[in-house]
T-cell receptor, first 115, second 106 residues
Framework: ETGVTQTPRHLVMGMTNKKSLKCEQH?????MYWYKQSAKKPLELMFV???????ENNSVPSRFSPECPNSSHLFLHLHTLQPEDSALYLC??????????????FGPGTRLTVL | KNEVEQSPQNLTAQEGEFITINCSYS?????LHWLQQHPGGGIVSLFM???GKKKHGRLIATINIQEKHSSLHITASHPRDSAVYIC????????FGKGTRLHILP
């Protein structure tokens, strides 16, 4: 059982829907990440949070809105998505408060389909 | 040209074979990661390297900073090693390779 959980595991939504992806880490880590993995493309880092503050936003469209209410939880709020946003969305966490300096632990991902 | 290139893209081998997956990059980096992604999406971080060599069980990762190259080796490969192996480098941002799909036949 991974220390990082994600819900839901699968999500199908229309372009006008609003939904949220949830990530929870039970590892006491200080940094959390959202990644997008589209078919046949490399992983893309979307957002990085350190100690509940957003420290990195890699040119992600505003229809994706992250939220980190505490060090254990990370949300990705979705609204007015496009079909090309269909992908696997992965959450990860790492111990160090300085992101990307140590091993990241990944959740199982949410497979999102936008109709 | 991608800043992180992996080779081969696909690899099929027999159980027991020694496996090498390569990663070359064109930017200055502070660290390199090797990740393993199983069917269904779950990702496991295997190694983080900034120099030299690391070993964990049957897995060995090496990096040559001067040549901007890293290799992941699997000794005595097993069907459960079948997965996609992803190289990622930390430059001013994190950059991922496209992955190498490994299939080990019993």
């Amino acid at each position: 059982e991974t220390g990082v959980t994600q819900t839901p595991r699968h999500l199908v939504m229309g372009m006008t829907n609003k939904k949220s992806l949830k990530c929870e880490q039970h590892l006491g880590h200080n940094a959390m990440y959202w990644y997008k993995q589209s078919a046949k493309k490399p992983l893309e880092l979307m957002f990085v949070y350190s100690l509940e503050e957003r420290v990195e936003n890699n040119s992600v469209p505003s229809r994706f809105s992250p939220e980190c209410p505490n060090s254990s939880h990370l949300f990705l709020h979705l609204h007015t998505l496009q079909p090309e946003d269909s992908a696997l969305y992965l959450c990860a966490s790492s111990q160090a408060a300085k992101p990307n300096t140590d091993t990241q632990y990944f959740g199982p991902g949410t497979r999102l389909t936008v109709l | 040209k991608n800043e992180v290139e992996q080779s081969p893209q696909n690899l099929t081998a027999q159980e027991g074979e020694f496996i090498t997956i390569n990663c070359s990059y064109s930017v200055g980096i502070s660290a390199l990661h090797w990740l393993q992604q199983h069917p269904g999406g779950g990702i496991v971080s295997l190694f983080m390297l900034s120099s030299g060599k690391k070993k964990h069980g049957r897995l060995i990762a090496t990096i040559n900073i001067q040549e901007k190259h890293s290799s992941l080796h699997i000794t005595a490969s097993h069907p459960r090693d079948s997965a996609v192996y992803i190289c990622a480098v930390r430059a001013d941002k994190i950059i991922f390779g496209k992955g190498t799909r490994l299939h080990i036949l019993p």
